[in-house]
């Protein structure tokens, strides 16, 4: 059986805790990368994700582009959304495991450069270059030495403010280049693509159009099903995308997917 983490960014919604109802119905466990903008909306909900035994995530506090933004100024927004965090813990009564984070768009302070495809042997970018077009709008031009500069600084930050990534076990090739493995905020293997069916985007010239054509990914893709290494899966906690999710984790379940602890 095919091991993947579950991660869901943007959270919380008014919609959180029926998908921790459906998650806890199918004995998914998960990790909600929050907005800080948004836990400041729904306080009690964000408790409740932890009473709940789920896991809080760092997704910054107002979710934006770190490439549009000085260095103090990502810092900044990681702090707030930190300490948001730390008051729903506390709030819940629960101690937190760690300090988690991924970028807003996974704008890692590059625009949508993710990572150095050509640093990587040809056959691993080309299948790194696919994951992440496939999930997010990706230029692959060349950032400035400023801004990769930017990047470096924010892994170096991230590490020394003792943030960690807490998934295992994932072992692909392309993954354990090391800008992938070592990296302090969280990335991912297998993007659901669910953001593709929010109304704005269904207009778009985009490859998914329907739940089916999502689950076609799902069941085509080589790598999520491979049972020699687990996957990160990254699903979005949006308002119009609650039944988008629960039909694309219930595929998953179905097609073999045992989620895994995050410990």
Known sequence: MAGAYLTIDDSPTPKTLALCDFMTTHNVPAIFYCRGDHIEQYPEVTAEIVRRGFVLGNHGYAHQRATGLHLAEVQEDILKCEALIDAAYAQAGVARRGKYFRFPYL???????????????????AIIQKLFAEGLYLDDTQ?????????QSLQTWLAAQGFTVPFDGVTFPWYTHREMSAAKDALYTFSTADWMMTQRHLSKDHPYKTIDDLKRKIDNDPFLHDEKSNNI?????????KDVFEALLAHMIARGIEFLPID
């Open 107 to 125: 704008d890692r302070g590059c625009g949508a450069w993710i990572v150095d495809y050509h640093a990587m042997p040809s056959d691993d970018a």
């Open 143 to 151: 950032p400035s030495p400023e801004l990769l500069q930017k990047q």
């Open 233 to 241: 899966v990254l699903i979005h906690d949006q308002d119009e995308l």
